[in-house]
């Protein structure tokens, strides 16, 4: 987690520094952020504006927005109904999402009683996502089975 100046620089700063030298970097289309936040990043070299399918399979990096975030659970909440947000936050192995520091929340079912989520948020398909996947069913602990293998949060301070 990592709290980023509310600008488009600052955004595009703190992806690529996570990112490193890792492309292609596929960005899922925003929905409740500002897009302004996007368009710096998706002029760089090695973001893919219109990824084919082969791309999904291939790339390094993903950049979503979530809609909220839990402070207790440390997770954020995906809408993987929109756009490609649901391809982006699970196929490429690092995931990083940025979110508004207004919309966190203590607890989980505190985004079900307040109005500052409106109700048609809740119309559609979200994934809280808490971290890499992982499992430890077979044996040892292993990351990124189902998902990305890192998860990086930007939080919008």
Same mark, same amino acid.
């Given at each position: ?12 700063? &703190?992806?690529? %520094?996570? &990112?490193? &030298? ?5 960005? &899922? ?49 995906? $809408?993987?109904? %929109? ?18 520091? $207004? ?33 430890? $069913? ?20």
């Amino acid at each position: 987690m990592e709290l980023v100046a509310r600008s488009p620089e600052a955004v595009r700063d &703190a992806v690529l %520094a996570r &990112a490193s &030298a890792k492309r292609p970097i596929l960005i &899922a289309a925003p929905r409740y952020l500002s897009p302004d936040y996007f368009r710096p990043l998706r002029e760089w070299e090695g973001v893919l504006s219109h990824p084919s399918a082969s791309d999904y399979r291939s790339a390094a990096v993903g950049v979503t927005e979530a809609f909220a975030a839990v402070a207790r659970t440390g997770s954020v909440c995906v $809408d993987i109904g %929109a756009d490609i947000a649901g391809y982006v936050s699970l196929l490429p192995r690092l995931h990083i999402v940025v979110v508004d520091i $207004d919309k966190l929340v203590f607890r989980p079912s505190d985004l079900f009683r307040l109005e500052q989520f409106s109700r048609p948020t809740f119309q559609r398909s979200f994934v809280f996502i808490s971290g890499p996947s992982a499992t430890a $069913d077979m044996g040892p602990l292993v990351r990124g089975v189902h998902g990305p293998h890192e998860l990086h949060i930007l939080v919008l301070s």
